[in-house]
């Protein structure tokens, strides 16, 4: 059993950054393609951003491109989220999770473990 553990939420003022974490438990980390995902309460949760297994392809969604950088460390099992340049719409709880591959995938159906969410709200 797989478990993804999220941390680095918080509340900070628009223009700020925050670093976003996802430790993950278990053996084979290194072996998947890891995302990120957020969602507001009454709307459906959406992709953020994602890596592939290596961490040597990366794909955003067009909302936080140029703003967030996502990576990993395979030998601490965690990935990151580096947010900066927030903005009060980045307001959500954001999920990491673990897809089914080691390719970039971006649709929740295709993430088979997920984190339990860790809250970022971005005043103006």
């Known amino acids: 059993q797989v478990q993804l553990e999220e941390s680095g939420g918080g509340l900070v003022q628009a223009g700020d950054s925050l670093r976003l974490s996802c430790v993950a438990s278990g053996r084979d980390f290194g072996n998947y393609a890891m995302g990120w995902f957020r969602q507001v309460p009454g709307k459906e949760r959406e992709f953020v951003s994602a890596?592939?297994?290596?961490?040597?392809?990366?794909a955003y969604a067009d909302s936080v491109k140029g703003r967030f950088t996502i990576s990993r460390d395979n030998a601490k099992n965690t990935v990151y989220l580096q947010m900066d340049n927030l903005k009060p719409e980045d307001t959500a709880v954001y999920y990491c999770?673990?897809?089914?591959?080691?390719?970039?995938?971006?649709?929740?159906?295709?993430?088979?473990?997920w984190g339990q969410g860790t809250q970022v709200t971005v005043s103006s």
């Open positions: 890596l592939n297994w290596k961490g040597g392809a990366t």
């Open positions: 999770a673990r897809a089914g591959g080691n390719q970039i995938v971006r649709f929740d159906f295709q993430f088979d473990y």
